[in-house]
């Protein structure tokens, strides 16, 4: 048997009509992140596994398909996420001294699913802003996340928001070594009470106290009100719950809440992180946050906050797409014609020209109406 | 906003009866002698769904049910991911061990560094316990009597969970080392929780304080 059509396994192609839908998504956040002053750039599939997979983005290891390079010998990984690599942009090649804003869309592969039934090519599009460590910039990147996810056309979503650092200042304080922050965290973006609280356990008091308490805090305003009296007073834990309260008021949607037992991201993120969740999906749609040292290895230190999304996951989560419609041409080199079908192309018009022969697939052009001569002159009427 | 919960039939589903009575919820059917696989409860918005024990989690995880009651042997081979794991129920505790034929020197056979031969249904458990231990083992799935793979020969040791210990009694087995502690876990997609958080709540806070007065 032949099985020449047999895909990779959770590697799929996108067809009609969803390739437009796919396609028209790109245009239309490329199109906002324009409007919003970010200027979008492309980074090559492939780059040396050395610099895809510096410092903090080496949790994408095991994501990263690797090959030899025939020409240099050396290791080449293909990308699995795009902003390591907008932050080697940013910082050694724009190297501007202000605030530089980028957006990207373009593939990136996963060598092992991210979850369960995902796909391990993605179409991810996202938007960074390097240059600014106030949360005036978390605030920005978060507001074109929400403009975007409605600009997709998505129905219902609700935007989770975290703290990356009030985690750090808390485990700092508490003198935690490596593993056992490593294991807190896990068990915490778990929420998994029965090990956290048996890592606690050896704790002093306000410290196990303070771990305890953070998968209760979830919520909005008066949440964080509760955070501040409950939590310990330490500078990252006030600073992180002033920021988290900085974005809460920007909510106009009521689509926003704060859950400070939520860690999630690549790892590299150090300050607010946030995720969008929409109905029928069981994993975030998007993942944005502040990563602060991603350029360091670079040679430039820059603050950074951002977000993607995988474009295909969206489609999923959208009504089903509409037909096209459009109008159905005879083939024909008459010059009335040719100019009656370049005016409709011209004002926007699907022009399908029926090639001869081809009449009795009519059904598969997608064309609702159908461009014929009525006394001598080419008129527009429903295909009946 | 309709919740969906998964659960497998037998011993936990028995001891889940109590908490779900005190989240409020009365299932309308019996699993033990209905055929359905979707019953319904006394509240229309909530829903129990029967799947195997070991399918419990990925169940969850996909988002196919919101909730759901797994045994933590069964989560540790799961990994977990993607899964909020709140509270632990305390039922259908026992423990994950393991047993060797009496007289077999354990000890002496870990120490000596050669590779010991372990019978499981709990592989990826099995795998991460010896690592940690230092131990090179060579693995061997098995689906069911694991018991009777030391006797005849078809590996070293066993790793299984242990209630009574009346069946490793009855095949001249005993149990050597502890892996962990078994009991149930309420299992809850992570979108769910953001999503529909105000249903499930209250229902997380339920099993919570029932659980926890079980347990006292």
Known sequence: MNHAWLLPEYVEDILPP???????????????????????????LIEYLDSLLTGAARDLDLKTFKVVDGLSGRMLGVRADITPQAARIDAHLLNRQGVARLCYAGPVLHARPAALTHSRELLQVGAELFGHAGVEADLEILGLLLAALRATGLADFRVSLGHVGLFQALSQAAGLTDDVRQELSAALQAKDRPSLEALAAGLPEVWSDAFRLLPELYGGADMLAQARCDLPALPGVSRALDELGVLLRSDAGNVLSVDLADLRGYGYHTGVVFAAYAGGQAQAIALGGRYDNAGAIFGRVRPATGFSLDLRRVSNSLPAVAPR????????????????????????????????????????????????RERGEWRVSPLG | ??????????????????????????????????????????????????????????????????????????LMEHGGEGLYQPVDLNIARCRMMVATPVGFDYEAAVRRGARLRVATKYVQTARLFFAAKGVHVDLIKLYGSMELAPLVGLADVIVDLVSTGGTLKANNLAAVEEIAQISSRLVVNQASLKLKHDV?????????????????
Request: net charge negative; charged share 25%.
């Open chain 1, 18 to 44: 969803y390739a437009r839908q796919v396609e028209g998504l790109r245009r239309r956040l490329l199109e906002l992140f324009d409007a919003w002053g970010y200027e979008p750039v492309c980074p090559p």
């Open chain 1, 325 to 372: 419609g459009g109008i159905l041409a005879p083939w024909g080199q008459d010059a009335d014609l040719v100019q009656r079908i370049a005016e409709l192309r011209a004002a926007g018009e699907r022009v399908v020209v029926e090639l001869p022969g081809q009449e009795a697939h009519r059904d598969e052009s997608d064309c609702d109406r159908v461009l014929a």
């Open chain 2, 1 to 74: 906003m309709s919740i969906t919960l998964a659960l497998s039939k037998g011993r936990i589903f028995e001891e889940t009866l109590p908490l779900l009575a005190a989240a409020g919820i009365t299932p309308l059917e019996n699993p033990e002698s209905s055929r359905k696989l979707i019953i319904g409860t006394n509240r229309p918005d909530v829903r129990l769904i029967i799947v195997r024990a070991t399918d419990v989690p990925t169940y969850v995880q996909h988002g196919a049910a919101d909730l759901g009651v797994a045994g933590k042997d069964v």
């Open chain 2, 200 to 216: 499930i709540q209250p229902i997380i806070a339920a099993f919570r304080s029932a659980a926890a007065a079980g347990q006292a």
